[in-house]
């Protein structure tokens, strides 16, 4: 499947895809109104120290444990993709305490967030990729694991 | 064409399902549920009670989960005896339900010891089922005073739903701390607290002596007056139907890493089952919602004719209250690192080159990170463990396993 992926070598650590990420799950039109002077609940993040760093997010992992853990039955792979139904999530946060990768956290309400790709916002695709500005992040197939 | 029966329709239930049709996707499927309800998410029945769920966003599956995977379901119908002989299941109906492979999830049962005076008490509660939740959101009223024995996860988890809801809340356990099970006393002590600022009132280290029907009257000598009685002191795992049958029990029905029992043909997960805890080596039972599961997935597949392997389960918890969030996982042996602030505390336990365990409160961020070193049993010295320790995250690896990690597909 398409998965967002990122070159260490060239993130820049500027956390654009954060504001983008946020911005494009806010349901707002205009960016200042979204974020400025506001916390912001990105579902990816930078992570990394003076030498490396590079964006983390959902890895739609084949074989999901948050998804096997979830106590709301929340969490669900609609086809390749992991999904939430924060409408069901009531923010235990065990898939906090599962994921390997530290890809999900609570959103401004509390309940669970994670990254899905953008499908079903407004943007479309996922938006830290189209606004990352020295494309570290790229979204494409690279195959599935042996 | 096989015949599946699964006893039991919990979590390990639809794991046990969606197991088997990952193998087989024709032969019928049996499920027999002594409650009359679809599978539901048990751990939810105190966030109903607070209101943040409701009985429709508590369904586990879609509406139409049995249907889809072909599983018949005869609800409060209650398996009574197993015919290992003849491979059926004497029901409570007075049917013999045939099968060619069987998963006993049937969960565990609430503990009542003997307490004096107890059948007094008229307004006496469980809280493991959603028929329990349901039937103390009947008994209680603004004005009731509730008295709940247990201070473990279910005990509180009940506090906490009825939170808003009575005018008195009182939590009694005989342990000295509450969470006995997964906190020490500093880690106990502080969730004590921060219930205890809701307005939650605890005697621990003390327990009732007798009851009559509103009163406890503690060991301590202080009396305790109640409308409604909770009693959460413990679970048992449901083994009577497996150890009748001469099957290898313990304190769960014993399985191995393909959740097969002692007896060909039969499978065991989830509450009623005890399987390996990898963190310490030694089997236990662990009563969680993931290990359920995952249990349950395995023991569907292999019953299908699969080779599943179910090797990493651990304990761990996730618990929350009034915002105060605690996370456990794996065993608290060996060497300890520990961090403290006023409003958060990390306890790192780690014993030859591993992780063997840890206790989170107020930092929970990304502690999967932490999870998966126990149960991959990954070497500490194979990553950047002092920077692992100030916090998880994923820059620990080498950037060669982080590369395998994030490159590719999982």
Redesign the interface.
């Known amino acids: 499947?398409k998965?967002v992926?990122?070159n260490?070598k060239w993130c820049l650590a500027c956390h654009l895809c954060e504001f983008n990420c946020a911005f494009a799950n806010s349901g707002l039109s205009d960016m200042v109104l979204a974020l400025k002077g506001k916390p912001i609940y990105p579902r990816i993040h930078v992570?990394?120290?003076e030498k490396?760093s590079?964006a983390?997010s959902c890895?739609h992992?084949?074989?999901p444990?948050c998804v096997?853990?979830c106590?709301?039955?929340a969490l669900s792979k609609d086809g390749e993709v992991i999904k939430i139904d924060k409408?069901?999530c009531?923010?235990?946060?065990?898939?906090?305490?599962?994921?390997?990768?530290?890809a999900?956290?609570p959103s401004a309400s509390g309940v669970m967030q994670k990254c899905e790709l953008c499908l079903e916002n407004s943007c479309g695709e996922p938006a830290c990729v189209k606004g990352c500005p020295n494309r570290a992040i790229v979204y494409e197939e690279?195959?599935?694991?042996e | 064409m096989k015949n599946y029966v699964i006893i039991g329709n919990g979590i390990a239930a639809a794991?046990c399902i969606e197991g088997i049709r990952s193998v087989d996707k024709e032969s019928p499927i049996t499920v027999v549920s002594e409650e009359k309800h679809e599978v539901y998410?048990r751990?939810?029945i105190s966030?109903y009670l607070e209101g943040?769920?409701d009985l429709d966003?508590?369904?586990?599956?879609g509406a139409d989960f049995y249907e889809k995977n072909g599983c018949s379901v005869l609800y409060g119908v209650k398996a009574e005896h197993i015919l290992a002989d003849t491979k059926e299941v004497a029901l409570s109906d007075g049917r013999k339900l045939p099968y060619d492979a069987l998963t006993l999830a049937a969960g565990s049962s609430p503990f009542v010891p003997p307490f004096a005076g107890l059948e007094l008490v008229k307004s006496r509660h469980s809280f493991m089922t959603l028929d329990d939740a349901l039937g103390l959101e009947q008994a209680i009223t603004p004005d009731s005073r509730v008295l709940i024995v247990g201070a473990g996860l279910i005990g509180l988890k009940c506090a906490e739903g009825l939170h808003g809801r009575v005018a008195e809340i009182t939590v009694c356990d005989l342990a000295d701390r509450v969470l006995s099970s997964i906190l020490d006393e500093e880690c106990a002590y502080r969730m004590q607290k921060c219930l205890e600022e809701q307005g939650i009132r605890f005697f621990l280290g003390d327990s009732a002596s007798r009851f009559d029907e509103h009163h406890a009257f503690m060991r301590s000598g202080a009396i305790v007056g109640f409308d409604v009685l909770v009693l959460a002191v413990g679970v048992r795992a449901n083994t009577g139907l497996f150890r009748e049958i001469g099957g290898n029990v313990n304190r769960g029905i014993l399985v191995d890493e393909r959740m097969q029992t002692s007896v060909p043909g039969i499978f065991a997960a989830g509450d009623c089952a005890e399987g390996l805890d990898i963190s310490c080596g030694t089997k236990r039972v662990l009563a969680i919602?993931?290990n359920a599961?995952?249990q349950g997935?395995a023991a569907g597949a292999n019953m299908a004719g699969g080779n599943e392997i179910f090797d990493k389960g651990i304990p761990?918890?996730?618990?929350?209250f009034f915002g105060l969030?605690a996370?456990t996982?794996g065993s608290y042996d060996g060497e300890v690192y520990e961090e403290k602030t006023e409003k958060s505390l990390k306890r790192l336990f780690t014993k030859d080159d591993r992780l063997l365990g840890f206790i989170l409160i107020g930092c929970?961020?990304?502690?999967?990170?932490y999870?998966?070193l126990i149960r991959e049993k990954t070497p500490l010295s194979s990553l950047n463990f002092d920077l692992l320790k100030k916090g998880?995250?994923?820059?620990a690896f080498s950037?060669e396993t982080?590369r395998k990690?994030?490159?590719?597909?999982?």
């Open positions: 499947m998965r992926y990122v260490e992570e990394g120290d490396i590079y983390v890895r992992c084949e074989d444990i096997k853990s106590i709301a039955g409408n069901k009531v923010g235990c946060r065990t898939c906090i305490l599962v994921c390997p990768f530290g999900l956290a690279r195959g599935e694991a | 794991g998410c751990p939810l966030y943040k769920t966003r508590m369904r586990y599956r919602l993931p599961y995952m997935h761990m918890n996730s618990i929350g969030h996370m996982a929970e961020e990304r502690a999967g990170i999870t998966s998880a995250t994923t820059l950037p982080r990690k994030f490159g590719g597909a999982v």
